[in-house]
């Protein structure tokens, strides 16, 4: 039930927590399952055509009754690949997943910024601090893995960090989802020519900083560049993957690229990026403009190492 105790927001309860959403916003309004005619009123979105080919489906949860897919219309995001030591990653992964290697003894740690400028769930920022593993009913060698993957645009992933600076998006991701997530003040601007990020501890202070030069985009049309994740999480009832679809509409990569910053200070993003040990970045990826369908998860088997 939606009350509003202040003019420019309503609260909505999920699962056993209750949470602020802004008044007349796209949630307050649809509850997750919107007019797509009416989004694509908006200038900020290109089109829908993406998610007209994509069904919502209603289903329970732990935060309650809800629609799935969730979906993203106007999003923005830079992603650091970076080198780091098998090792280090393993150490920190539960028994149960395995890192995908590039090469023996080396794989890959992901920090990423986003920005959801339209969604299901409103305007928020996110970041994420995330190692690439072997799918996790797959007993081959890593580097066919990996071949595999990129060749068909779908990675597998463990998160260790996902800071959000809205209640809905924690709630939803933490209790829904099993994501590592928590609210803090968190700035991310992605433009044509830059793209920054701050990212706060519990103070106020400095947990994550970031920026660099944004690579040469190329724009696509809507459906011909999408890529796929899953992402594992451990909830109450055993092992689950959440699946999410990407429609790139403008991007860019550098590979090596010069004149990256990643600043680390204190807090629970910046600990995982230290305890990972990466040594060098691969590439940076930036999407000035792209779109997103993210499925509620679904409980899995995951092979034993």
């Given amino acids: 039930m939606a009350s509003s105790p202040?003019?420019?927001?309503?609260?909505?309860?999920?699962?056993?927590?209750t949470v602020s959403v802004p008044k007349g916003g796209l949630y307050d309004r649809y509850r997750m399952n919107p007019n797509l005619d009416e989004i694509e009123a908006d200038p900020r979105v290109r089109n829908v055509d993406f998610f007209r080919g994509l069904s919502k489906t209603k289903v329970d949860s732990p935060i309650g009754e809800t629609y799935t897919p969730n979906f993203y219309y106007a999003m923005s995001s830079a992603r650091l690949t970076l080198l780091a030591p098998s090792s280090a990653i393993r150490a920190r992964l539960p028994k149960e997943l395995s890192p995908l290697e590039l090469v023996p003894g080396v794989g890959l740690v992901s920090v990423i910024f986003f920005r959801y400028d339209v969604a299901d769930i409103d305007?928020?920022?996110?970041?994420?601090?995330?190692?690439?593993?072997?799918?996790?009913r797959h007993g081959g060698l890593g580097a066919f893995d990996l071949i595999t993957d990129l060749k068909n645009d779908h990675l597998h992933s463990y998160v260790f960090s996902l800071p959000v600076n809205t209640e809905i998006a924690q709630v939803r991701g933490h209790d829904g989802y099993g994501f590592p997530k928590w609210v803090t003040d968190l700035d991310v601007d992605i433009n044509a020519k830059t793209s920054t990020a701050r990212v706060a501890n519990e103070t106020g202070g400095l947990d994550v900083g970031f920026?660099?030069?944004t690579p040469r985009q190329k724009t696509f049309r809507s459906g011909d560049r999408v890529s796929s994740l899953t992402s594992y999480t451990q909830g109450a009832n055993?092992?689950?993957?959440?699946?999410?679809?990407?429609?790139?509409l403008a991007a860019g990569s550098a590979r090596f690229p010069r004149g990256v910053n990643l600043e680390l200070g204190e807090g629970r993003m910046s600990d995982d990026i230290r305890a990972l040990k990466p040594f060098r970045t691969l590439r940076l990826d930036v999407a000035t403009?792209?779109?997103?369908?993210?499925?509620?998860?679904?409980?899995?088997?995951?092979?034993?190492n």
Avoid: C, I
Avoid at 123 to 136: C, H, L, S
């Fill in 6 to 17: 202040k003019a420019d927001t309503v609260k909505f309860e999920l699962g056993s927590r």
């Fill in 238 to 248: 055993g092992w689950q993957e959440t699946f999410n679809q990407t429609n790139v």
């Fill in 211 to 213: 920026s660099a030069a």
């Fill in 289 to 304: 403009e792209s779109q997103a369908a993210l499925h509620m998860p679904v409980t899995t088997s995951v092979r034993s």
């Fill in 123 to 136: 305007f928020y920022t996110e970041a994420a601090v995330g190692v690439a593993v072997r799918p996790a």
